[in-house]
């Protein structure tokens, strides 16, 4: 494959800074695409692969979520600063500084997903479609799929998550080995993980504000201010074609995707059979296939 063309640059957002990097062409014919990463608080690392969709003749623009990455750190901010509107304000500050508010797409993973139906149903100018990946609708959907899976587990995996969490010993070995195991098998089942899934691991260990602050010290275990979060009553105002993707094994449950596919008008739903939380990693070629084909029909 041709080698794409690559820049980085930071845009002023306030007092603060958003790193950014586009693949690709920022002046190609076909609209951009910006990719919204999840946590909230993990980086673009780990969804680098979405840069494979510049290939077919759009940019791909990756940016790190103020707080995380390579964007402003603000390790003492507290919950009333990092809001879902905080996070609106600066997607469509990036929109704006790169100059594409003509047109352009939205693909959110993960919380990325919750962040970009949240900025679909404000309707934003500019705005061709949606692609919501590996997201729940609501945090209480995602907590009690949470516990349902949970029950599932091997008995040794559950006692371990259970006293910990009890006890509030969190960084115990026992712990943390449970953790793991739920993430090989929920989150990523390429195992080992590729380098750019253990540096998205690594770097909320070293930025882990805004991840502890909205959602708490790991993917199960949800105890920060997103603990009440719904989206659901507002998604009938999403109006752009919108793909909804998740896997088979993925700890966004269908349970937890179902709403966006009842209540987003004329929404299309494919699960990655082989896939869990990162099918862009897990089923990498049918997932760029997929999605390319979806922005295609979209633009």
């Given at each position: ?87 609106i304000d600066e997607l469509n500050n990036l929109v ?90 929920h989150v990523c089942r390429v195992v080992p993980f ?102 295609n029909a979209s633009d």
């Amino acid at each position: 494959m041709t080698k794409l063309s690559s820049m980085e640059g930071r845009a002023k957002f306030g007092e603060y800074e958003t790193w950014y990097r586009v693949t690709g062409d920022i002046d190609a014919k076909k609209p951009p695409l910006f990719i919204l990463h999840g946590g909230p608080g993990a980086a673009h690392n780990y969804v680098d692969a979405y840069k494979l969709l510049a290939a077919e003749g759009r940019a791909v623009i990756h940016y790190d979520q103020l707080g995380c990455g390579n964007s402003t750190l603000l390790p003492d901010k507290g919950g009333d600063f990092w809001t879902v509107q905080l996070f609106i304000d600066e997607l469509n500050n990036l929109v704006d500084h790169l100059g594409q508010r003509g047109k352009f797409h939205v693909l959110g993973q993960s919380w990325g997903g919750m962040l970009g139906a949240e900025y679909g149903v404000t309707r934003p100018a500019g705005l061709k479609s949606l692609t919501i990946a590996n997201s729940p609708a609501s945090m209480a959907l995602w907590m009690s799929e949470a516990a349902r899976m949970r029950k599932l587990m091997p008995q040794h995996i559950q006692d371990a998550l259970n006293k910990h969490e009890a006890s509030n010993t969190l960084n115990d070995p026992e712990y943390q080995n449970a953790t793991m195991w739920v993430y090989e098998h929920h989150v990523c089942r390429v195992v080992p993980f590729p380098p750019e899934v253990t540096e998205t691991f690594d770097q909320v260990t070293r930025n882990p504000t805004v991840y502890h602050v909205m959602n708490g010290p790991n993917e199960f275990h949800v105890v920060g201010t997103l603990k009440n979060w719904s989206v659901i009553d507002r998604l009938h105002n999403i109006t752009v074609p919108t793909y909804i993707i998740s896997g088979r094994h993925d700890e966004a449950t269908p349970a937890c995707v179902q709403p966006f596919a009842d209540h987003i008008k004329g929404s299309t739903w494919h699960i990655f059979e082989n896939s869990s939380h990162m099918p862009h990693v897990e089923e990498q070629h049918d997932c760029m296939k997929r999605v390319g084909a979806f922005l295609n029909a979209s633009d």
